[in-house]
């Protein structure tokens, strides 16, 4: 040992040594950059997850509240445009009755041919795709329809009166501010009772849409059933420049709408009523 690291009072490394722990420390990557490594990791490990849930979810919703459908004709121009999106409330029907003016989505399964055809998906993956799409609103389902409510179960539906109009239970609708530009109420003659159950819905561009009128040999006279209802329209989601609730116009709440249709089950209930009434009388009378 030299008198020079005596007077330090140790021994100092050798060189090789230091240039060793110099290189081991800079290989260590830094706490930070480990941290970030891992929850990018992390972050792509969650990412299915995520995924399966948020699709969940949705569907949940779009099932039992609120779903996305796309107008693919124009059926019901000028109120919704082809290619409008719209939100249909699912959850209405169970807090009141469809009422006449509502527009509303429903399935014409087993009963009427679609306005438009899609191609059949050529494989499992383009399947799967075009589920997706119509239970999100991208793409349109083919036999999902959306028409006006003219007239609900009971209801004396009926083109047309002197003036062109189209009449329920007698009284004539006014149309103007819905009607397609040009168009008139009908350009078929119909008469008809609703029955109970069903519906008789209308396209507002009618010369155009192939809806109750042209079903008129069906079951059901051209009515469809309200079970096979979804929901009703009301709101334009897309286009943003389009979007705008989808009234029930004036015309519907004519007090004189109502004194037939809407009365039907009260006036029946009071026919069943009165008869049971007399008998209970008359064997009361006869026990005494």
């Not at 690291?5 to 100092?12: K, T, W």
């Amino acid at each position: 040992m030299t008198s020079e690291s005596q007077e330090y009072g140790a021994a100092r490394r050798p060189v090789e040594d230091e240039v060793d722990v110099v290189a081991e420390e800079t290989q260590k990557p830094a706490k930070g950059e480990k941290r970030d490594k891992e929850k990018k990791g992390s972050f792509w490990k969650e990412l299915p997850v995520l995924v399966v849930v948020a699709l969940v979810l949705a569907l949940i919703i779009k099932t039992f509240v609120v779903q996305a459908f796309y107008i693919p004709s124009e059926s019901m121009e000028n109120t919704l445009l082809k290619n409008d999106r719209v939100l249909v409330n699912k959850l209405v029907y169970h807090t009141r009755d469809i009422e006449r003016g509502d527009v509303v989505v429903f399935s014409g399964v087993d009963s009427w041919d679609g306005e438009f055809q899609m191609e059949e998906p050529s494989n499992a993956v383009a399947a799967f795709f075009q589920w997706v799409g119509t239970a999100f609103g991208l793409i349109p389902g083919e036999k999902d329809y959306i028409k006006r409510v003219i007239g609900i179960g009971g209801d004396h539906v009926k083109c047309c009166d002197s003036k062109g109009r189209i009449t329920v239970n007698g009284t004539p609708i006014d149309e103007e501010s819905y009607l397609y530009p040009g168009n008139v109420p009908s350009d078929k003659f119909f008469d008809i009772t609703v029955p109970q159950g069903r519906l008789w819905v209308m396209g507002d561009h009618r010369s155009v849409s192939l809806d109750s009128r042209s079903h008129t040999g069906d079951p059901g006279g051209g009515s469809i059933p309200e079970g096979q209802v979804i929901g009703r329209a009301f709101v334009i989601v897309w286009p943003f420049d389009r979007a705008s609730v989808i009234d029930i116009p004036a015309t519907f709440a004519q007090p004189a709408l109502q004194a037939l249709g809407g009365s039907v089950p009260m006036l029946a209930g009071f026919g069943l009523a009165v008869p049971l009434v007399l008998v209970r009388r008359r064997w009361l009378r006869r026990r005494r």
